[in-house]
């Protein structure tokens, strides 16, 4: 794990390049971790720390959704009982391996990029 890590990708979605800029940073104080979405209609700003999400859309003013009071640890154990129903044959994955496949993949490729400062393409 990187303490910091700038980002830049491009990810194409119907034949249209998308930009994509990934910020991570754990060495700042106070800490941060939050994940921003931009669109030609509006915003989303996933707060991790406040456990919220702010939603613009310039329709009036932005939405707010709070979760409060959530156990972040639940998380974690809610996705080990999904993995071990998934074991049983009781459930069916929620991220195929071909999607988690892809994640390490385009992490491996951030890294190499990083060590030799260049433009890594994906296939």
């Not at 119907?14 to 800490?31: F, N």
């Not at 490729?109 to 433009?119: D, F, P």
């Amino acid at each position: 794990m990187e303490d910091v890590a700038s980002v830049m990708m491009e990810c194409v979605v119907d034949g249209r390049p998308i930009p994509v800029h990934l910020q991570q940073d754990y060495l700042q104080r106070r800490p941060a971790r939050t994940c921003k979405v931009v669109g030609d209609r509006g915003s989303i700003v996933a707060d991790f720390n406040a456990l919220t999400v702010d939603v613009v859309t310039g329709r009036g003013a932005p939405e707010t959704y709070s979760w409060a009071g959530f156990d972040r640890n639940d998380m974690f154990l809610d996705e080990l009982r999904h993995f071990f129903a998934c074991i049983r044959g009781e459930a069916s994955p929620l991220a195929p391996v071909r999607e988690g496949a892809q994640s390490v993949r385009m992490a491996l490729a951030a890294l190499e990029s990083m060590a030799t400062g260049r433009v890594v393409e994906l296939a």
